[in-house]
């Protein structure tokens, strides 16, 4: 009795568990054809999709052969790269039927961890991926470029790193996710840029003669390279996609791989994807459509999937879904070099071209003509773009600058002081015998403000909601400028005088359009010393001025604007270079930070390279010239203008309001 009743249990268990096993076969067979198109049949066939048994589940084509051939003589296995799926085909109806009995609910042990197998019938074992694919145009791998001996020597220079010497002419740092050194020109992975005025000392290293000199004479190198990155990548480490940014670097990139194979994934705009293997001291060269369209990166990952056989052969890795497994990866070391661009960009793939500067900008903007365009102009390209930008930009806002600490520092103890276009706060804090109010037009500034426990609203620099004549100062620092006519400029500058008390001081600063490059200061930078006298100001002022009253208005702008040359499309400034025109667009390179990283007020060299799927986006900006922040403030009758000068590429002003 005991034992029958054993016996019910243990056969109710059984029927339990082959219950749940085809309830989770079902499940598999309808995932397949949800997420891949792969339609299963309840009869039996000659082939079976392997839910699990894919390479995307870290199951090697070795492994997954091994448990199939148990069941019967393999046709062939198909494992596309990267899907969490595999298909076999058995020589015999038999033989598949008898795995498809056999094989649900198996455990593999695959990388990692095991996984469950679970296995429906298909028709026939066909594939999009399988269509013939090529590689990206103009990309060429070259095999065997360097010997094994020259590779040891290559590679001994990324060993030297203890060396202060070699510290200095070759900066190395480590990565989130790899290692990096830099030679001939550091590469700055804030900006994803170089600094022309700052070349490294040394140049590249002379062991790289051989390199370049071959390239040279098989004709992949039109001119010598001047840039050097070495990146080291241990098992698990990589790259995000990218495009190396084109106002950096001419056309041609070349990359030596060492000390490992690994896979680099290209894609192109419309999505299409191509794997390809690099074998150990093969050469990557990358031009053209290839360098300028396709972006290109690793993912990280302790394991590639590579063909079968001839995995060392630069190839395309899904050429032939069977002759696919798993390859665990070792540390790799590339040696990428490339020549610095000293003019724009000017290549035929604008749509990605920071230099061409589109970016998210199909057609540049105007010049407003209206208070209407004017508003909106800023509102796109000032208002949305700091809300997009504002954890990346506060990431890079930390060190106030001492000039305008000092006018904090000079203002009486319990001073009421609004900062108008806070941004991050960093005024905010600097004196605590102040009471200090931060507003920015962005709410994801504003609220970086009130994390970091400031008291700051959002909003219009045009209409503050400050009771007129409260305040006893108030700072509107790099604000200014984002006022796309003169009219708004000035009434951005009254709104200040109207909160401030009469006796209450101002300070102003906006961009100059007489701006320092390579460590040289413009002639009249030189002359000037920065300091300008009362005198300079009188006479750096029209003559046709006017005195205005307070009840100037921005709907008088007609004059304003006529005084000034038509200029139908805003220029797209080229960052580092000097400002071809006053009303202009600034790029603005979003990297890839989530909003969460705001939190840690630290630059992110973590992220190090302009990830495919972030944006650049475009500021606006007037900038100013010598006298034109004076000349602005002198229109207004209260004002007084107490001191003016340039400082940090700005033109500054403390306005007082007058009793
Ligand atoms: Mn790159
Ligand atoms: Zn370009």
């Given at each position: 009795?005991?034992?029958?009743?054993?016996?019910?249990?243990?056969?109710?268990?059984?029927?339990?568990?082959?219950?749940?096993?085809?309830?989770?076969?079902?499940?598999?067979?309808?995932?397949?054809?949800?997420?891949?198109?792969?339609?299963?049949?309840?009869?039996?066939?000659?082939?079976?999709?392997?839910?699990?048994?894919?390479?995307?589940?870290?199951?090697?084509?070795?492994?997954?052969?091994?448990?199939?051939?148990?069941?019967?003589?393999?046709?062939?296995?198909?494992?596309?790269?990267?899907?969490?799926?595999?298909?076999?085909?058995?020589?015999?109806?038999?033989?598949?039927?008898?795995?498809?009995?056999?094989?649900?609910?198996?455990?593999?042990?695959?990388?990692?961890?095991?996984?469950?197998?679970?296995?429906?019938?298909?028709?026939?074992?066909?594939?999009?991926?399988?269509?013939?694919?090529?590689?990206?145009?103009?990309?060429?791998?070259?095999?065997?470029?360097?010997?094994?001996?020259?590779?040891?020597?290559?590679?001994?220079?990324?060993?030297?790193?203890?060396?202060?010497?070699?510290?200095?002419?070759?900066?190395?740092?480590?990565?989130?996710?790899?290692?990096?050194?830099?030679?001939?020109?550091?590469?700055?992975?804030?900006?994803?840029?170089?600094?022309?005025?700052?070349?490294?000392?040394?140049?590249?290293?002379?062991?790289?003669d051989d390199v370049i000199d071959k390239c040279m004479k098989n004709g992949y190198l039109k001119s010598k390279p001047d840039q050097l990155t070495i990146n080291q990548y241990e098992p698990g480490q990589g790259i995000p996609p990218h495009i190396d940014t084109h106002s950096a670097f001419e056309d041609v990139i070349i990359s030596l791989s060492l000390g490992a194979k690994i896979v680099m994934d290209f894609k192109h705009p419309d999505g299409q994807n191509v794997s390809v293997l690099l074998p150990q001291r093969s050469l990557l060269v990358m031009k053209g459509e290839s360098r300028y369209l396709w972006s290109h990166g690793i993912t990280p990952r302790k394991s590639d999937v590579v063909p079968v056989i001839n995995a060392d052969v630069a190839q395309i890795v899904s050429s032939d879904l069977g002759n696919l497994t798993l390859n665990k990866r070792e540390t790799r070391t590339s040696f990428t070099f490339r020549k610095v661009r000293q003019t724009?960009?000017?290549?035929?793939?604008?749509?990605?071209?920071?230099?061409?500067?589109?970016?998210?900008?199909?057609?540049?903007?105007?010049?407003?003509?209206?208070?209407?365009?004017?508003?909106?102009?800023?509102?796109?390209?000032?208002?949305?773009?700091?809300?997009?930008?504002?954890?990346?930009?506060?990431?890079?806002?930390?060190?106030?600058?001492?000039?305008?600490?000092?006018?904090?520092?000079?203002?009486?103890?319990?001073?009421?002081?609004?900062?108008?276009?806070?941004?991050?706060?960093?005024?905010?804090?600097?004196?605590?015998?102040?009471?200090?109010?931060?507003?920015?037009?962005?709410?994801?500034?504003?609220?970086?403000?009130?994390?970091?426990?400031?008291?700051?609203?959002?909003?219009?620099?045009?209409?503050?909601?400050?009771?007129?004549?409260?305040?006893?100062?108030?700072?509107?620092?790099?604000?200014?400028?984002?006022?796309?006519?003169?009219?708004?400029?000035?009434?951005?500058?009254?709104?200040?005088?109207?909160?401030?008390?009469?006796?209450?001081?101002?300070?102003?600063?906006?961009?100059?359009?007489?701006?320092?490059?390579?460590?040289?200061?413009?002639?009249?930078?030189?002359?000037?010393?920065?300091?300008?006298?009362?005198?300079?100001?009188?006479?750096?002022?029209?003559?046709?001025?006017?005195?205005?009253?307070?009840?100037?208005?921005?709907?008088?702008?007609?004059?304003?604007?006529?005084?000034?040359?038509?200029?139908?499309?805003?220029?797209?400034?080229?960052?580092?270079?000097?400002?071809?025109?006053?009303?202009?667009?600034?790029?603005?390179?979003?990297?890839?930070?989530?909003?969460?990283?705001?939190?840690?007020?630290?630059?992110?060299?973590?992220?190090?390279?302009?990830?495919?799927?972030?944006?650049?986006?475009?500021?606006?900006?007037?900038?100013?010239?010598?006298?034109?922040?004076?000349?602005?403030?002198?229109?207004?009758?209260?004002?007084?203008?107490?001191?003016?000068?340039?400082?940090?590429?700005?033109?500054?002003?403390?306005?007082?309001?007058?009793?």
């Amino acid at each position: 009795m005991e034992r029958t009743c054993q016996h019910a249990v243990e056969r109710d268990k059984h029927d339990k568990e082959s219950k749940k096993r085809a309830r989770k076969q079902m499940r598999a067979a309808h995932t397949v054809l949800r997420h891949a198109g792969i339609s299963t049949v309840s009869y039996a066939t000659q082939s079976l999709v392997i839910a699990n048994g894919g390479l995307g589940n870290g199951v090697s084509r070795e492994r997954l052969l091994d448990m199939l051939k148990g069941f019967g003589s393999v046709l062939c296995l198909l494992m596309p790269p990267n899907k969490p799926y595999a298909f076999v085909k058995y020589d015999s109806f038999e033989d598949a039927k008898m795995a498809f009995l056999t094989l649900n609910g198996c455990k593999l042990q695959a990388e990692g961890q095991p996984v469950t197998l679970y296995v429906n019938f298909v028709d026939k074992v066909d594939f999009k991926e399988h269509s013939t694919q090529s590689l990206p145009p103009d990309l060429l791998v070259v095999e065997d470029f360097v010997s094994l001996e020259y590779e040891q020597e290559l590679l001994h220079l990324m060993a030297l790193n203890t060396d202060t010497q070699d510290t200095k002419t070759a900066p190395q740092k480590s990565l989130k996710h790899r290692k990096v050194k830099h030679y001939g020109y550091e590469f700055c992975y804030d900006n994803n840029n170089v600094d022309l005025s700052a070349p490294l000392p040394g140049g590249l290293p002379t062991i790289c003669d051989d390199v370049i000199d071959k390239c040279m004479k098989n004709g992949y190198l039109k001119s010598k390279p001047d840039q050097l990155t070495i990146n080291q990548y241990e098992p698990g480490q990589g790259i995000p996609p990218h495009i190396d940014t084109h106002s950096a670097f001419e056309d041609v990139i070349i990359s030596l791989s060492l000390g490992a194979k690994i896979v680099m994934d290209f894609k192109h705009p419309d999505g299409q994807n191509v794997s390809v293997l690099l074998p150990q001291r093969s050469l990557l060269v990358m031009k053209g459509e290839s360098r300028y369209l396709w972006s290109h990166g690793i993912t990280p990952r302790k394991s590639d999937v590579v063909p079968v056989i001839n995995a060392d052969v630069a190839q395309i890795v899904s050429s032939d879904l069977g002759n696919l497994t798993l390859n665990k990866r070792e540390t790799r070391t590339s040696f990428t070099f490339r020549k610095v661009r000293q003019t724009p960009c000017n290549c035929v793939y604008p749509s990605v071209c920071d230099s061409q500067s589109t970016g998210k900008l199909n057609v540049p903007p105007s010049v407003p003509q209206s208070e209407v365009d004017a508003s909106r102009l800023e509102q796109d390209f000032v208002h949305k773009v700091y809300e997009e930008i504002a954890g990346h930009f506060s990431s890079t806002r930390h060190s106030p600058w001492p000039k305008v600490v000092g006018f904090l520092k000079s203002l009486p103890s319990g001073a009421l002081v609004v900062d108008v276009g806070c941004g991050n706060g960093k005024y905010l804090g600097v004196n605590k015998d102040l009471y200090m109010i931060g507003c920015d037009r962005s709410r994801n500034l504003v609220e970086i403000c009130r994390e970091r426990q400031f008291q700051a609203f959002v909003s219009d620099a045009l209409s503050i909601p400050v009771r007129d004549g409260i305040c006893d100062a108030c700072i509107s620092i790099a604000v200014i400028h984002h006022f796309s006519t003169k009219g708004r400029r000035l009434a951005a500058i009254m709104e200040l005088m109207r909160i401030l008390k009469p006796g209450g001081k101002a300070l102003i600063y906006v961009w100059a359009l007489e701006q320092e490059y390579n460590n040289k200061k413009s002639k009249y930078l030189k002359v000037n010393k920065g300091q300008l006298s009362q005198k300079d100001m009188k006479e750096s002022k029209h003559n046709e001025l006017t005195s205005t009253t307070c009840s100037h208005n921005m709907e008088d702008t007609s004059e304003d604007t006529a005084e000034e040359p038509f200029q139908a499309e805003l220029t797209i400034h080229t960052n580092r270079t000097s400002f071809l025109s006053k009303d202009l667009l600034v790029p603005w390179h979003l990297k890839g930070i989530s909003k969460n990283s705001r939190e840690t007020d630290k630059p992110s060299v973590e992220s190090d390279i302009e990830p495919q799927n972030s944006a650049v986006f475009h500021r606006y900006y007037h900038v100013f010239s010598k006298g034109e922040l004076e000349e602005l403030c002198a229109k207004i009758e209260c004002v007084q203008i107490l001191s003016s000068y340039y400082d940090q590429g700005n033109w500054c002003v403390i306005i007082g309001k007058l009793l």
